[in-house]
């Protein structure tokens, strides 16, 4: 049985464009996630994030990338424990994975401005957080540390020399040793 396009509208009235909801998602959060607010550890804060990050794996917006790369040690717990995973501790992290591929200029621009030695800062944090997703990003057949490298290598090559130091820094990572 053929029905023309105005039967379907009738009997299923207007089907929303999949496309315009994802751009209005986007908007929305994108919103949250400007707010400096959103990103205090506290009940309001994590009210707002903790549901927004959830809203965005599913949707992997590249735009809301560099955002969310600005606040990649963000975590909702103010214990010290060490015992939560990674995803679960940083939630960001899981987030620009599920972006993939577009995230990574994002987390280049975090290595480039993350000193490891500031350990007062959180610069070691957040370099070994952007180490982390860069090399889970790649891993595609075993390969993540060997592209997530060949990948920081180029950007060092038109990096300053401040930058170029903290990307050899992170070259010298652990997940990214060469076997």
């Known amino acids: 049985m053929f029905y023309s396009i105005a039967a379907l509208t009738l009997l299923l009235g207007d089907i929303p464009d999949f496309n315009q909801e994802i751009i209005r998602k986007e ?7 400007k707010e400096e607010k959103s990103w205090k550890n506290d009940a309001a804060g994590r009210g707002r994030v903790l549901p927004a ?11 809301l990338a560099p955002l969310l790369a600005s606040h990649l040690d963000y975590t909702p717990y103010d214990d010290n424990l060490r015992l939560r995973e990674r995803n679960d501790r940083y939630p960001v992290c899981p987030v620009l994975v599920d972006i993939g591929i577009p995230a990574v200029p994002a987390l280049l621009e975090v290595l480039k401005r993350s000193d490891p030695a500031d350990l007062d800062r959180g610069g070691l944090l957040t370099h070994n957080l952007a180490v982390s997703c860069l090399r889970e990003i790649y891993e595609q057949g075993g390969f993540g540390p060997a592209l ?16 170029a130091k903290y990307l050899r820094e992170a070259l010298q990572h652990s997940q990214l040793k060469k076997p």
């Open 148 to 163: 997530a490298r060949q990948r920081i290598e180029l950007e060092m090559a038109k990096a300053d020399p401040k930058e």
């Open 27 to 33: 908007k929305e959060l994108t919103v949250v996630f």
């Open 53 to 63: 990050l959830q809203a965005a794996r599913p949707i992997k917006a590249k735009a």
